[in-house]
């Protein structure tokens, strides 16, 4: 089965600072997605960035990139030019791209403190 | 706004009770799923429904029980409540039911307290 590892509970970062959050990941399966989701104290679940594992590049959002490593199995989120509205609880995630469903699996959080 | 409704935002119940869960998908969308997120556990995947017919079970509770309906909505039923089902459950949305970096829209959830 897949698990997805996030070590850090919680993290602190200035303002305007930059600051990567962790996660690794277990899987036998060659293909599949990979995301960073954001949960704002509304609870609203929102997909930050996503990554295919067929694809080396690294992707990109504005401020938000990842360093996807898929030997390691690894798949860290850095935020640059961190903003207050980044605060939130932050959740890696793991989808396969060969099983007959699509269900996510999910860390279990890294929540982030932006300091003014 | 996601385009997927959730209702009702709250609820509160006893011990022992039912209580159904609702949710109406993004239009378009013909797969729904179902997550639990409470403290103990996380974020977890329940079920999942394509087009009316389940398509993945998760680590869902054999008193729970869920259903997708020809105009694509779907119902969370939780029976036999425990303080245990307290959590925020969510309901998520997608065009398609497998492959594909296809998106999951997620609904604002409901929260539930078991008292």
């Known amino acids: 089965a897949q698990t997805v590892t996030q070590s850090q509970p919680e993290m602190s970062v200035q303002e305007a600072e930059t600051v990567t959050l962790s996660c690794t990941y277990d899987t036998s399966e060659s293909d599949y997605y990979l995301f960073w989701y954001k949960q704002p104290p509304s609870r609203q679940m929102i997909l930050v960035i996503r990554q295919e594992a067929y694809k080396q590049q690294n992707a990109t959002e504005n401020r938000f990139s990842v360093n996807f490593q898929k030997a390691a199995k690894s798949f860290s989120l850095k935020i640059s030019d961190s903003q207050l509205g980044d605060a939130a609880m932050y959740f890696c995630a793991y989808r396969s791209a060969v099983n007959r469903d699509d269900k996510i699996i999910f860390g279990k959080g890294t929540r982030l403190h932006i300091l003014p | 706004d996601s385009g997927v409704t959730q209702t009702p935002k709250h609820l509160i119940t006893a011990t022992g009770q039912r209580v159904t869960l609702r949710c109406s998908p993004r239009s378009g969308d013909l797969s729904v799923y179902w997550y639990q997120q409470s403290l103990d556990q996380g974020l977890q995947f329940l079920i999942q429904y394509y087009n009316g017919e389940e398509r993945a079970k998760g680590n869902i509770l054999e008193r729970f029980s869920a259903q997708q309906f020809p105009d694509l909505h779907s119902e969370l039923n939780l029976s036999s409540l425990e303080l245990g089902d307290s959590a925020l459950y969510f309901c998520?949305?997608?065009?398609?039911?497998?492959?594909?970096?296809?998106?999951?829209?997620f609904g604002p959830g409901t929260r539930l307290t078991v008292t």
């Open positions: 998520a949305s997608s065009v398609a039911s497998s492959g594909g970096i296809y998106e999951q829209y």
